[in-house]
Nanobody
Framework: QVQLAELGGGLVQPGGSLTLACRVAGNVDEINDLDSLGWYRQGPGKEREFVARGGSGGTAYYADSVKGRFTISRDKAKSMLYLRMDSLRLEDTAVYYC?????????WGQGTQVTVSS
């Protein structure tokens, strides 16, 4: 089993920055065997959507809506995943979820609220 716990989130003004963190815990062998770690979000009245994913090989993928503004990174030694968010917009307001995928099984954190508002 893999457990995910998001840290960070909060209220930020448009144009501001915020960094989310995700603590990855559980079976060490399963964690080392993860196919990918990433971030999703669900805005008010919207479906959950993909934000960013960093594969085990290091290649990062981003949704077009966040490309150039968000940066995903991973600290394997600390079992942490990060999402640096810059130039935040009103439409980035959402609950952000950490996601891990292993052999077609998805694991999710509880989510953390990010609100972009003036």
């Amino acid at each position: 089993q893999v457990q995910l716990a998001e840290l960070g989130g909060g209220l930020v003004q448009p144009g501001g920055s915020l960094t989310l963190a995700c603590r990855v815990a559980g079976n060490v062998d399963e964690i080392n065997d993860l196919d990918s770690l990433g971030w999703y979000r669900q805005g008010p009245g919207k479906e959950r959507e993909f934000v960013a994913r960093g594969g085990s090989g290091g290649t990062a993928y981003y949704a077009d809506s966040v490309k150039g503004r968000f940066t995903i990174s991973r600290d394997k030694a600390k079992s942490m995943l990060y999402l640096r968010m810059d130039s935040l917009r009103l439409e980035d307001t959402a609950v952000y979820y950490c996601n891990a995928n292993r052999r077609a099984t998805d694991y999710w954190g509880q989510g953390t609220q990010v609100t972009v508002s003036s």
